[in-house]
């Protein structure tokens, strides 16, 4: 098989699967860490995924890396996917942090029939679970700004906790520790969304960020 029909094949592939999915390729891009215009080369046959990337999206769309090297009539392209349903995502996530809240809940209620206490912090001590969980699935659905949110959450609310645990009120400088922690987290986030960006508007670092990529893969080999 020439290279210029494989390109073709895997262009289709690429295109349908991404279609059928309802996603653009600013958001196939987003999954993968490439940024859309790769996509948009890679589906004009321009070039051609490397191994590893077909096999993200290839995970990614429910398929085998066979599938996207394979040419499809149109009417046979019936395959077993695992749609992306970010409704569904967040509802599951939304069931977890009820979950966790119902829990304190559950505290606070038997320690106040209990104990006669009505111990309300229990509701921010579980603030950082809430935290970790959401970064758990931002991390698994590959979702940076989820995971921008969630770990700035678990920062503060664990000062939170540990404001409220010492008893002493007068602590509340302890919440300075959090400012240069913080930065630390937005700039590692800028700097991502910083260089995505950079490269949806110039085609030559595109270029370049691939080979520095692919250079660094067959290093790690």
């Known amino acids: 098989m020439l290279e210029k029909d494989l390109k073709e094949i895997v262009a289709q592939n690429i295109f349908y699967l991404r279609t059928i999915n309802h996603m653009t390729q600013y958001e196939l891009g987003e999954q993968i860490n490439y940024s859309d215009k790769a996509i948009s080369k890679w ?3 321009d070039g051609m995924p490397d191994v590893y990337v077909l096999k993200n999206m290839a995970d990614l769309f429910g398929v085998t890396v066979d599938y996207m090297l394979t040419e499809h ?41 209990i104990c006669k206490q009505y111990i309300w912090q229990v509701f921010i001590y579980a603030l950082p679970a809430v935290a970790i969980a959401g970064i758990a699935c931002s991390g698994a659905w590959r979702r940076t700004f989820g995971l921008f949110l969630f770990i700035s959450m678990l920062l503060w609310t664990t000062l939170l906790t540990i404001y409220f645990a010492l008893g002493n009120y007068g602590t509340w400088m302890i919440f300075l520790l959090g400012i240069p922690v913080q930065v630390i987290v937005f700039l590692s986030f800028g700097v991502k969304i910083n260089i995505r960006m950079s490269q949806k508007d110039n085609p030559i670092l595109v270029t370049a960020m691939e080979k520095i990529q692919k250079k660094s893969k067959k290093n790690d080999e």
């Not at 996917?81 to 569904?88: I, L, Q, R, S, T």
């Not at 979950?99 to 320690?111: D, E, T």
Request: glycine share 4%; hydrophobic share 55%.
């Open 73 to 113: 009539l149109e009417q046979d392209q019936k395959i077993e996917k695992k749609p992306v349903n970010n409704k569904g995502r967040a509802l599951i996530m939304n069931i977890i942090m009820i979950g966790i809240m119902s829990i304190a809940l559950l505290i606070f209620v038997l320690v106040a029939l």
């Open 43 to 45: 589906e004009r046959a």
